[in-house]
T-cell receptor, first 113, second 113 residues
Framework: AQSVTQLDSQVPVFEEAPVELRCNYS??????LFWYVQYPNQGLQLLLK??????LVKGINGFEAEFNKSQTSFHLRKPSVHISDTAEYFC???????????FGPGTRLSVLP | KAGVTQTPRYLIKTRGQQVTLSCSPI?????VSWYQQTPGQGLQFLFE???????NKGNFPGRFSGRQFSNSRSEMNVSTLELGDSALYLC????????????FGPGTRLTVT
């Protein structure tokens, strides 16, 4: 079975500061990795995904993530956050042979003015 | 192209009642997955339907059921509602079964009193 850990339940950061949201996973089989964002009263929006190839993945809204196989991590970063980045962020994995997503518990990012 | 539509957006029910939620996938998508999101348990997979057949099921009691119609629209039903069923129910559609390219709807917020 797969599991996803997001160590930080809440991350407050000032506007224009950098941020890193941490994600670690465990799986006995190959997985694909994803980051989703959820704004209040909305569904999930895909930020970025890692399927294969370069371990540094760039996504929408200036976010990027780096896949580290040895540390089984997929941390999300943004060099300069905006107030509009305030949302909940979910890391997720799915088996490469396809099935359902397994999501982490989420990290609530609060960007302060 | 229209996104995933979920109806109703908000619902209030009483313990013991039953409820039916609806999801219309993106045009051309044939797979629909359902997820339950609660503050305590996070995002959990309920089931996936593809071509009117349940392909995969999460670890939920039999009170939770679903179906898919020939036009790929899906409904999920929860019988004998419990307070713990209060949650945001998210639907995701994809072209094929087990696809990692899933597009989420805005969700239905169910409150059980």
């Amino acid at each position: 079975a797969q599991s996803v850990t997001q160590l930080d339940s809440q991350v407050p950061v000032f506007e224009e500061a950098p941020v890193e949201l941490r994600c670690n996973y465990s799986s006995s089989v190959s997985v694909y990795l994803f980051w989703y964002v959820q704004y209040p009263n909305q569904g999930l929006q895909l930020l970025l995904k890692y399927l294969s190839g370069s371990t540094l993945v760039k996504g929408i809204n200036g976010f990027e993530a780096e896949f580290n196989k040895s540390q089984t991590s997929f941390h999300l970063r943004k060099p300069s956050v905006h107030i509009s980045d305030t949302a909940e962020y979910f890391c997720a994995v799915i088996k490469t042979n396809g099935q359902n997503f397994v999501f982490g518990p989420g990290t609530r990012l609060s960007v302060l003015p | 192209k229209a996104g995933v539509t979920q109806t109703p957006r908000y619902l209030i029910k009483t313990r013991g009642q039953q409820v039916t939620l609806s999801c219309s996938p993106i045009s051309g998508h044939r797979s629909v997955s359902w997820y339950q999101q609660t503050p305590g348990q996070g995002l959990q997979f309920l089931f996936e339907y593809f071509s009117e057949t349940q392909r995969n099921k999460g670890n939920f009691p039999g009170r939770f059921s679903g179906r898919q119609f020939s036009n790929s629209r899906s409904e999920m039903n929860v019988s004998t509602l419990e307070l713990g069923d209060s949650a945001l129910y998210l639907c995701a559609s994809s072209l094929a079964a087990g696809s990692y390219e899933q597009y989420f709807g805005p969700g239905t917020r169910l409150t059980v009193t």
